[in-house]
């Protein structure tokens, strides 16, 4: 599975891109998991300081289809990680 990340996650990280590879299929929670354990930078902008993933700080896209912690998805995906938009 490819994870391209867009703007700051690309910044924050240090990378544009990761690859992760897995058998079946896995939860977007797991896969934060992984992206944090490979990215380190990434530690407190996914977990508060109790361990309790943060939501809504990024948004996790395939497709079309704005993901949710539990949905699944499988090692072919491509997952693009966006970082929040504001407005004023």
């Known amino acids: 599975m490819k994870v391209i990340l867009f703007k ?3 910044e924050i990280a240090g990378t544009k891109e990761e690859d992760f590879h897995f058998e079946g299929t896995i939860r977007v929670i797991d896969l934060l998991e992984m992206l944090e354990q490979k990215v380190k930078f990434l530690k407190p902008y996914i977990y508060r300081k109790e361990g309790k993933i943060v939501g809504f700080r990024f948004a996790l896209i395939r497709g079309e289809e704005i993901l949710k912690l539990n949905d699944s998805i499988i090692d072919g ?12």
């Open 8 to 10: 700051s996650s690309s």
């Open 77 to 88: 995906d491509v997952i693009k990680v966006l970082p929040p938009i504001a407005g004023g």
